[in-house]
């Protein structure tokens, strides 16, 4: 049975597994014997899977789609590509093409993409409430007559 699935087996049942603070892979409580015996017999190789989704987490790692359409691993400068390619030939991506995120673009969380979504839309109110005020506040030009 491949890595794959093993990890369809364990979502089909709703079990997780994780490494835990000091690298110990741990299974949820409560898991039936089965699934716990079929985590010990891949259990390198579900280590080594977590290890290298740590480390791609870690290191900013994404995956990005090019302007043709394919995908590849954007990493941000000065990352160890030696250990980039490892991890990603673990994670069975090394046909992927490495790109290099240099154009300054900053990794962030759908979290805190959703936070400065928000600010940016309160920032943009104020500012029209404030111009709206200052509109109103102006004295309107007086009309010229015409003789």
Known sequence: MGIEAVFDRLMDVGVSVWLDAE??????????E???????D?????????????????AGIR?????L??????YPPHTDLDELRAVARNLRMDSMPLVINDEGLE??????WRRR????????????RLQSKDAAA???PARRRRA
């Open 23 to 32: 690298g110990k892979l741990r299974i949820d409580k409560g898991a039936p």
């Open 34 to 40: 089965e699934i716990k015996q079929l985590v010990r």
């Open 42 to 58: 891949h259990k390198q190789e579900l280590i080594d899977v977590r290890r290298a989704q740590d480390y791609m987490n870690r």
């Open 63 to 67: 995956i990005i789609r090019l302007p």
């Open 69 to 74: 359409g394919h995908l590849a691993l954007a």
């Open 107 to 112: 990794w962030i969380t759908p979290e805190e």
């Open 117 to 128: 979504q928000v600010a940016k839309i309160f920032a943009e109110q104020r500012r029209e």
């Open 138 to 140: 102006e004295p309107s």
